[in-house]
């Protein structure tokens, strides 16, 4: 068994973080395997080392030992890029262009919400017959105004790249979309349909025209070429790994299995924000908890 925690270091970590960290390095040590250590930091703006630092302190502490050097996920984009051209010489890509708003306003005119003209005579659409965007693990599902643009001869590296989703499928047809959880949620073989892949996925983007990757396509290819056997995250990334199983089956890389962990919650029972420094691991240890004692509060004490 190989494991992993991946965290992005834009800031310090939490008990979410911890959570994962701890459940992974637990599961390798149960399994006489390895745990490795990435750090996904293709966001070059809202990175930092010292963040890193901070994060390798914190998991010291913590008492995890991890069994490589960590990996560094900037230094993998030619191996990102050369997957990418791969999916492009296939026709699985596209440039676009759209913004944030062109997106919004392409969800909100009126022949993009409203089901297909009925003749004339015919009774009209009733209102919930009008279908709002569904929600897919990166904002709305986009629509697809880019997808039937003329394609330019060469992968262009100044425009975000997606996923044809409908060629995507139509080029794996058959093949079976399930991994298997071992998470308290969903255990057993979690399978996404085709139709599930195009209403709740759709063309996502696989390249960042300021990353020239994404997370979905580095994740997806950091994970294979680190070995893991088996991934550790949080419930919140539970629709991205249906995006990740599809990516694998498309480049030819094995499926790990995953655990997705419940999301730690305050004592409100809201769901802990990213980014509330208040709950950042050093804050603890500086009020002089103690690696216990995070344990317990990300609801790991009971073996
Ligand atoms: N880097 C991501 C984060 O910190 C998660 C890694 C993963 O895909 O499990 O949220
Ligand atoms: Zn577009």
Do not use: N
Not at 165 to 193: C, D, Q, Y
């Amino acid at each position: 068994m190989i494991t992993r925690f991946a965290p992005s270091p834009t800031g310090p970590l939490h008990l979410g973080h911890a959570c994962s960290a701890i459940l992974a390095h637990d599961m390798a040590r149960a399994a006489g395997g390895r745990f490795l250590l990435r750090f996904e930091d293709i966001d070059r703006q809202r990175c930092r080392p010292e963040w890193e630092t901070a994060a390798l302190d914190d998991l010291a502490w913590l008492g995890l030992r991890w069994d490589a050097p960590p990996l560094r996920q900037s230094s993998r984009l030619p191996a990102h890029r050369a997957a990418l051209a791969r999916l492009w010489d296939e026709g699985l890509l596209y440039p676009c262009t759209c913004t944030r708003r062109d997106i919004a306003e392409a969800l909100a005119a009126p022949q993009e919400t409203r089901p297909p003209r009925v003749p004339s005579g015919s009774p009209a659409p009733r209102p919930e017959a009008v279908q709002a965007a569904a929600t897919g693990p990166d904002g709305p599902v986009y629509p697809g105004t880019c997808r039937t643009r003329p394609r330019p001869a060469h992968m262009p590296d100044d425009a975000h790249l997606r996923l044809d989703m409908g060629a995507a499928l139509e080029r794996i047809a058959g093949r079976p979309l399930s991994f298997t959880e071992t998470g308290p949620g969903h255990a057993g073989t979690v399978t996404t349909t085709p139709a599930q892949y195009r209403r709740d996925i759709g063309d996502i983007v696989l390249a960042r025209r300021d990353f020239g990757t994404s997370y979905h396509l580095a994740v997806t290819i950091d994970d294979a070429a680190q070995g893991i056997t088996h991934v550790v995250r949080g419930e919140d990334l539970f629709t991205s790994t249906r995006v990740h199983v599809l990516l694998q089956v498309i480049l030819g890389l094995p499926v790990p299995d995953y655990h997705h962990h419940r999301l730690i919650r305050d004592e409100q029972g809201r769901r802990l924000a990213k980014r509330d420094d208040a709950r950042a691991l050093s804050r603890y240890r500086d009020d002089g908890a103690t690696p216990e004692d995070i344990r317990r509060m990300a609801g790991l004490d009971l073996g």
